[in-house]
């Protein structure tokens, strides 16, 4: 079980949460996490926001009854951390223009990988996109973590990007919005390849259950093992 340090409201549904973990968490993965007996009875996949090694932070919104569960807990309670599983953003120590595009609460893997890739290539720029539909969260955070940050409040983030600009995109939020960003890079051409973080639902985060499998160009992939992040041509561009 892990400590909680803190788990802060920030509006809108978000919260923050910090616990106590010994952790190797790289940008992408995500953790399931679990705060109740016997009900309900799946634990919840959570990407993980940030990562130091000694503590994970999880940025998740309330939208059913696990993610209330996890907004009723409070610093000095324990929350059981399960990972952290699949295989995240990759590594990109050729590209010099890196772009991360987030719409709604799948901004949350975007703050570390942020932050993972001006550290792993200190010259290259990060250009960091994100979608809400009401007031924006972090923004300092992300801000931080970016050479450039652009908010959209309302309207489309996948209107806000030139993908020729870029030498490589990565994307997680709604399925749809991925998909629109995958459409408009292959329609402008670009030689970025898009990378994106699906976010099916999960039943057991291991591979083991089937209920998280996705069609790709390689055939069914499984999102918790296989993913879950993906190249946008093998999801999007079979159809
Ligand atoms: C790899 C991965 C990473 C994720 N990372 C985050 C994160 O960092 N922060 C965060 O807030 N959420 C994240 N999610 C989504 C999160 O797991 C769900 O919101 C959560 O499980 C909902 O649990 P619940 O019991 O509160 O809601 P439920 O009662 O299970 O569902 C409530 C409503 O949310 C919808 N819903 C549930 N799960 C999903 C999903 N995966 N995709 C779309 N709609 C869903 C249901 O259809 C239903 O309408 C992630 C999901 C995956 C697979
Ligand atoms: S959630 Fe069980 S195989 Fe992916």
Same mark, same amino acid.
């Given at each position: 079980m892990a400590k909680i340090l803190e788990n802060k409201a920030l509006g809108e549904g978000f919260y923050l949460l910090a616990a106590e973990e010994k952790n190797r968490a790289q940008k992408g993965q995500f953790y399931m996490l679990r705060a109740w007996?016997? =009900?309900?009875?799946l634990s919840r996949p959570i990407s993980? =926001?940030? %990562?130091?090694g000694e503590t994970v932070r999880f940025l998740y919104k309330v939208v059913g009854q696990g993610t209330e569960i996890f907004a009723s807990l409070r610093a000095g309670e324990e929350i059981a951390l399960d990972g952290p599983h699949g295989n995240g953003f990759p590594k /990109?120590?050729? +590209? +010099?223009r890196i772009a991360l595009v987030g719409g709604g609460v799948g901004i949350a893997p975007l703050y570390l990988a942020g932050k993972s890739y001006k550290k792993e290539n200190p010259v290259c720029t990060v250009d960091i996109y994100l979608g809400f539909s009401g007031q924006p969260v972090l923004t300092d955070e992300f801000e931080a973590a970016a050479d450039h940050l652009s908010v959209n409040v309302g309207?489309?983030?996948?209107?806000? $990007?030139?993908?020729? %600009? =870029?030498d490589a995109i990565l994307a997680c939020g709604p399925t749809i919005m991925m998909k629109v960003l995958y459409e408009k890079c292959v329609k402008t051409g670009t030689d970025a390849p898009l990378y994106v973080s699906m976010e099916n639902r999960m039943a057991?985060? $291991?591979? %083991?259950? /089937?209920?998280c499998t996705c069609k790709t160009a390689h055939g069914r992939k499984k999102v918790c093992k296989d993913g879950p992040v993906f190249l946008g041509s093998e999801v999007f561009g079979i159809e």
């Amino acid at each position: 079980m892990a400590k909680i340090l803190e788990n802060k409201a920030l509006g809108e549904g978000f919260y923050l949460l910090a616990a106590e973990e010994k952790n190797r968490a790289q940008k992408g993965q995500f953790y399931m996490l679990r705060a109740w007996e016997h =009900y309900p009875v799946l634990s919840r996949p959570i990407s993980v =926001y940030d %990562a130091d090694g000694e503590t994970v932070r999880f940025l998740y919104k309330v939208v059913g009854q696990g993610t209330e569960i996890f907004a009723s807990l409070r610093a000095g309670e324990e929350i059981a951390l399960d990972g952290p599983h699949g295989n995240g953003f990759p590594k /990109l120590p050729d +590209k +010099k223009r890196i772009a991360l595009v987030g719409g709604g609460v799948g901004i949350a893997p975007l703050y570390l990988a942020g932050k993972s890739y001006k550290k792993e290539n200190p010259v290259c720029t990060v250009d960091i996109y994100l979608g809400f539909s009401g007031q924006p969260v972090l923004t300092d955070e992300f801000e931080a973590a970016a050479d450039h940050l652009s908010v959209n409040v309302g309207g489309f983030v996948t209107d806000d $990007i030139d993908p020729c %600009a =870029y030498d490589a995109i990565l994307a997680c939020g709604p399925t749809i919005m991925m998909k629109v960003l995958y459409e408009k890079c292959v329609k402008t051409g670009t030689d970025a390849p898009l990378y994106v973080s699906m976010e099916n639902r999960m039943a057991c985060g $291991i591979g %083991a259950c /089937l209920v998280c499998t996705c069609k790709t160009a390689h055939g069914r992939k499984k999102v918790c093992k296989d993913g879950p992040v993906f190249l946008g041509s093998e999801v999007f561009g079979i159809e």
